[in-house]
């Protein structure tokens, strides 16, 4: 089981950018991919962007596409989203979360093992 904490997450205005953080303990941190997943009120939790147990290849939804980045330090047992140009739709708790192998887990929930608590993103018009 990996125990995972996300950080960063604030209010901030259109435009602006913000870096999330998820830092993971409990399992060899590069044996793994991660993911990004929000979830906005009113709605359900959605795929953002994923990485692999090595970060060589990244994976990204349409909608953040050029916009997000996500990233990982591997030896720091830490995974990062750099979000830019973020829109108000942007708004969501955003989770963290831990494939069951290095390889890409794909976009659906049922792909990743374990969950950080999320942190809080708003983006104010």
């Known amino acids: 089981q990996v125990q995972l904490d996300e950080s960063g997450g604030g209010l901030v205005q259109a435009g602006d950018s913000l870096r999330l953080s998820c830092a993971a303990s409990?399992?060899?941190?590069?044996?793994?991919?991660m993911g990004w997943f929000r979830q906005a009120p009113g709605k359900e939790r959605e795929f953002v962007a994923a990485?692999?147990?090595?970060?060589?290849?990244?994976y990204y939804s349409d909608s953040v596409k050029g916009r997000f980045t996500i990233s990982r330090d591997n030896a720091k047992n830490t995974v990062y989203l750099q979000m830019n140009s973020l829109k108000p739709e942007d708004t969501a708790v955003y989770y963290c979360?831990?494939?069951?192998?290095?390889?890409?887990?794909?976009?659906?929930?049922?792909?990743?093992?374990?969950w950080g608590q999320g942190t809080q993103v708003t983006v104010s018009s």
């Open positions: 979360a831990a494939g069951r192998g290095s390889i890409y887990p794909g976009r659906l929930e049922a792909g990743y093992d374990d």
């Open positions: 409990g399992r060899t941190f590069s044996n793994y991919a």
């Open positions: 990485i692999t147990g090595g970060g060589l290849i990244r």
